[in-house]
């Protein structure tokens, strides 16, 4: 079975702080991928970034960077100097590599970010 | 640049209604998925579709049917509403295989009364 933790559920920080979003999972699969998405408060699901298990090279987009560790199950990420319009739900969601069911997408609960000016 | 287009984006409904949630994709994508966001549960999967004529049952099936009859619809159909299926539904998209992206549309809320 698939589960995604994401133990953080709402994180409040003012603008230009930085703000790291955890997100364990678990997985029997030996390979699988990983995702975030966003959803900002106008409701969609705003897709921001993939990565599969057999690449553990972290990634920096711009203020965005996510930290991928197959030894601790974790892929963290971390907005740096945040701003008001990074506030939203963020997902942290697994997918499995095989077909079927398996195929689908496992989420975490969600973490509600708010950014004070 | 459609990607997946639901309708309708918002819908009341009398316990005991039926109705369609329409979804559609442009993208040729064999996969198509639907799920249901609750506050405190995240995304949870109702039904999916790994291409035409193929559809099977996700975590919370009950009270809801699917079908696919081409590669670009994949409509939800609430048999009977019930207070419970008060939710935000999300049609999802994706080429076949876990390493792909799944897109998702924009959401269509549903409150049953």
């Known amino acids: 079975a698939q589960k995604v933790t994401q133990a953080q559920t709402e994180i409040s920080v003012v603008e230009k702080e930085d703000v790291t979003l955890d997100c364990v999972y678990e997985?029997?699969?030996?390979?699988?991928?990983l995702f975030w998405y966003k959803q900002p408060p106008s409701g969609e699901l705003v897709f921001l970034i993939r990565?599969?298990?057999?690449?553990?090279q972290n990634e920096i987009s711009g203020r965005y960077s996510w930290n991928f560790q197959k030894s601790t199950s974790s892929f963290n990420f971390t907005i740096t100097a945040s701003q008001v319009v990074d506030s939203a739900v963020y997902f942290c969601a697994l997918r499995a590599s095989l077909t079927g069911a398996n195929s689908k997408l496992t989420f975490g609960k969600g973490i509600t970010l708010s950014v004070r000016p | 640049n459609a990607g997946v287009t639901q309708t309708p984006k918002f819908q009341v409904l009398k316990t005991g209604q039926s109705m369609t949630l329409q979804c559609a994709q442009d993208m040729n994508h064999e996969y198509m998925s639907w799920y249901r966001q609750d506050p405190g549960m995240g995304l949870r999967l109702i039904h999916y579709s790994v291409g035409a004529g193929i559809t099977d049952q996700g975590e919370v099936p009950n009270g809801y049917n699917v079908s696919r009859s081409t590669t670009e619809d994949f409509p939800l159909r609430l048999l009977s509403a019930a207070p419970s299926q008060t939710s935000v539904y999300f049609c999802?998209?994706?080429?076949?295989?876990?390493?792909?992206?799944?897109?998702f549309g924009e959401g269509s809320w549903l409150t049953v009364v």
């Open positions: 990565r599969n298990s057999f690449d553990e």
């Open positions: 999802a998209s994706s080429r076949q295989g876990a390493g792909n992206t799944i897109y």
């Open positions: 997985t029997r699969d030996t390979t699988y991928y």
